[in-house]
């Protein structure tokens, strides 16, 4: 089955620099790539995704780059903000469609 | 966007009772719903598949006898957690797909349950 491994574990930013995090996954079928944002206690809310026939996708501040080649996509988060800080999940479909999780980066902008 | 709703938020119950949760597309319908369970400091972990009309198809380890769920309508799926015992206090969260939406692929989530067995 699909496999996502995300890194890094934890990330400490100053406010204004960039963020970046890294997913792998191991089926070469999966097609839909989604990051979703998690503050403590709420619901995951979808912020960007991606879909496999797109090698790169904006929006604002926010961004994302597919690797289908190396089976790799990244999230970039640019001039980070103190409300960024959460915990940010990147995910990807097996082959049955289910969405498979990565583990997690905590972010914390400081001020 | 698409909303979903889960009740209740929060629920405490002692061991050995069942606890029903619900999930809800408010604003359009779903013939895939999905039940997650977070643990603290973890990832979501998918328990099972919720389709409307048929049985629900669950992952490896999650034991369906306990973990019932029922999908009766394209807006409502239930997730029963039955003779709850201490070590089932999570954080339960649905998410449903839009069944006539563009994108099929996405998710939208549900604000989740707190479960305390205590």
């Given at each position: 089955?699909?496999?996502v491994?995300?890194?890094?574990?934890?990330?400490?930013?100053?406010?204004?620099?960039?963020?970046?995090?890294?997913?792998?996954?191991?089926?070469?079928?999966?097609?839909?790539?989604?990051?979703?944002?998690?503050?403590?206690?709420?619901?995951?809310?979808?912020?960007?995704?991606?879909?496999?026939?797109?090698?790169?996708?904006?929006?604002?501040?926010?961004?994302?780059?597919?690797?289908?080649?190396?089976?790799?996509?990244?999230?970039?988060?640019?001039?980070?903000?103190?409300?960024?800080?959460?915990?940010?999940f990147c995910a990807?479909?097996?082959?049955?469609?289910?969405l498979q999780f990565g583990?997690g980066?905590?972010?914390?902008?400081?001020? | 966007?698409?909303?979903?709703?889960?009740?209740?938020?929060?629920?405490?119950?002692?061991?050995?009772?069942?606890?029903?949760?619900?999930?809800?597309?408010?604003?359009?319908?779903?013939?895939?719903?999905?039940?997650?369970?977070?643990?603290?400091?973890?990832s979501l972990?998918?328990?099972?598949?919720?389709?409307?009309?048929?049985?629900?198809?669950?992952?490896?380890?999650?034991?369906?006898?306990?973990?019932?769920?029922?999908?009766?309508?394209?807006?409502?799926?239930?997730?029963?957690?039955?003779?709850?015992?201490?070590?089932?206090?999570?954080?339960?969260?649905?998410?449903?797909?839009?069944?006539?939406?563009?994108?099929?692929?996405?998710?939208?989530?549900?604000?989740?349950?707190?479960?305390?067995?205590?």
């Amino acid at each position: 089955g699909e496999n996502v491994e995300q890194h890094p574990s934890t990330l400490s930013v100053q406010e204004g620099d960039s963020a970046v995090i890294k997913c792998t996954y191991s089926d070469s079928a999966s097609n839909y790539f989604p990051w979703y944002k998690q503050e403590l206690g709420k619901r995951p809310q979808l912020i960007i995704d991606i879909r496999s026939n797109v090698g790169e996708k904006k929006d604002q501040r926010i961004a994302v780059t597919l690797n289908k080649t190396a089976k790799h996509f990244s999230l970039h988060i640019t001039e980070t903000q103190p409300e960024d800080s959460a915990v940010y999940f990147c995910a990807a479909t097996d082959s049955w469609g289910k969405l498979q999780f990565g583990a997690g980066t905590q972010v914390v902008v400081t001020p | 966007g698409a909303v979903v709703s889960q009740h209740p938020s929060r629920v405490i119950c002692k061991s050995g009772t069942s606890v029903k949760i619900e999930c809800r597309s408010l604003d359009f319908q779903a013939t895939t719903m999905f039940w997650y369970r977070q643990f603290p400091k973890q990832s979501l972990m998918l328990m099972a598949t919720s389709n409307e009309g048929s049985k629900a198809t669950y992952e490896q380890g999650v034991e369906k006898d306990k973990f019932l769920i029922n999908h009766a309508s394209l807006t409502l799926s239930t997730l029963t957690v039955t003779s709850a015992h201490p070590e089932d206090s999570s954080f339960y969260i649905c998410s449903a797909r839009d069944s006539a939406g563009g994108s099929t692929d996405t998710q939208y989530f549900g604000p989740g349950t707190r479960l305390t067995v205590l």
